[in-house]
T-cell receptor, first 115, second 115 residues
Framework: DSGVTQTPKHLITATGQRVTLRCSPR?????VYWYQQSLDQGLQFLIQ???????AKGNILERFSAQQFPDLHSELNLSSLELGDSALYFC??????????????FGPGTRLTVL | GQQVMQIPQYQHVQEGEDFTTYCNSS?????IQWYKQRPGGHPVFLIQ?????EVKKQKRLTFQFGEAKKNSSLHITATQTTDVGTYFC???????????????FGKGTKLSVKP
C-alpha cells in the first residue's frame, strides 16, 4: 500500500459524458501528478499540482482539467468523453516539487471505460 | 522529442532463466529510476541510479547505469513467477531541458515467466 488513494476503482460511462476522478496523496505529500496509461501510449504525464497550484502540464487534452484542494486531495475532470479516453488513470505523489529526483508513490488507479 | 527507448517490449522466459531490459537515451541523464508494475497493479518504485557506471543489486535484481549515463539496464537472475510484470525505466524532463517534476517513462518491458 503506497498510501495514495484513488476513487473510484472502476468507472464505466458513455461517450459525451463527464466524470471526476479523485486522488488523495500520501500524508504530508504536497505534489500530485496525474498519468494516463493506455495500451498503445504507455504511461503519459498529464498534469502536476504542488500545494494547490498547477506546476506543469504534459499531454493533457483541453477537455481534461484538474485541481488540487486546500486539503491537498486532487480531482481530474474529464469531459466530452470519447472512446479513446478509455484508459487507466494513475495519481502519484511526492513530498515536494522534486523535479523527478525522488521516487513517486502511485495510487491503485482508476480504470475508465467509455462505451 | 523527450524520449527514453526501452527494449525489448516483451520477454517470455522459462522459470529459472535470466532476463534483461534496457533503456537508452540520446542525451546524458542526470538520473534514472526503475519501476515495476504487476498485472492489474500500479507502478512501484524499485531503485534510482545517479552515478556514472553505478551498479546496484537487490537480491536477484541488478541495476546498471552506463559510463556515459545514456543507458541503463535491469537484469534479473534466475527468474521466478513472482517477477512477472512490466518493468519501466523513468527519467526526469530536466534531462531534456524541461522543468517539470513529472517522470518520462519508457514504454516498458512486459515479462512473462513460464513455470
Amino acid at each position: 500500500d503506497s498510501g495514495v488513494t484513488q476513487t473510484p476503482k472502476h468507472l464505466i460511462t458513455a461517450t459525451g459524458q463527464r466524470v471526476t476522478l479523485r486522488c488523495s496523496p500520501r500524508s504530508g505529500d504536497l505534489s500530485v501528478y496525474w498519468y494516463q496509461q493506455s495500451l498503445d501510449q504507455g504511461l503519459q504525464f498529464l498534469i502536476q499540482y504542488y500545494n494547490g497550484e498547477e506546476r506543469a502540464k504534459g499531454n493533457i487534452l483541453e477537455r481534461f482539467s484538474a485541481q488540487q484542494f486546500p486539503d491537498l486531495h486532487s480531482e481530474l475532470n474529464l469531459s466530452s468523453l470519447e472512446l479513446g479516453d478509455s484508459a487507466l488513470y494513475f495519481c502519484a505523489s511526492t513530498p515536494s516539487w522534486d523535479r523527478g529526483f525522488n521516487e513517486q508513490f502511485f495510487g491503485p488507479g482508476t480504470r475508465l471505460t467509455v462505451l | 522529442g523527450q524520449q527514453v527507448m526501452q527494449i525489448p517490449q516483451y520477454q517470455h522466459v522459462q522459470e529459472g532463466e535470466d532476463f534483461t531490459t534496457y533503456c537508452n537515451s540520446s542525451t546524458t541523464l542526470s538520473n534514472i529510476q526503475w519501476y515495476k508494475q504487476r498485472p492489474g497493479g500500479h507502478p512501484v518504485f524499485l531503485i534510482q541510479l545517479v552515478k556514472s557506471g553505478e551498479v546496484k543489486k537487490q537480491k536477484r535484481l541488478t541495476f546498471q547505469f552506463g559510463e556515459a549515463k545514456k543507458n541503463s539496464s535491469l537484469h534479473i537472475t534466475a527468474t521466478q513467477t513472482t517477477d512477472v510484470g512490466t518493468y519501466f525505466c523513468a527519467v526526469s524532463p530536466l534531462n531534456y531541458g524541461g522543468s517539470q517534476g513529472n517522470l518520462i517513462f519508457g514504454k516498458g518491458t512486459k515479462l512473462s515467466v513460464k513455470p
